[in-house]
């Protein structure tokens, strides 16, 4: 993989958010889940979709808090507009796991 400059790094704004809602998201090809997230007053409310269905359902997202890259361009999804990229990693078993603070921030904060 190519290094880059701290600068560059810089470029991509990762921040903490609140999932506010979620909902199964049926018409996607492949499993997911659309999060609406809250990133505090600054950003606002945006929504993804996320296939994380490996180890999350709707209703026990809501209340967490997860890191997303927020200033990509927005990208359609089948028929849902997705705002922000949610970061997680894969298990061994190819199941993402979500990033999320250890301890609660607040919305907005930028990764550092």
Known sequence: MAEISFDDFLKVDIRTGTVVRAEPFPEARKPAIKLWIDFGPEIGERK?????????????????????????????????????????????????????????????????
């Open 48 to 112: 993804t979709s996320a296939q994380i269905t490996a180890h999350y359902t709707p209703d026990a997202l809501i209340g967490k808090q997860v890191m997303a890259v927020v200033n990509f361009p927005p990208r359609q999804i089948g028929p849902f507009m997705s705002e922000v990229l949610t970061l997680g990693v894969h298990d061994a078993e190819g199941g993402v796991v979500l990033i999320s603070p250890d301890h609660t921030v607040a919305n907005g904060e930028r990764m550092c």
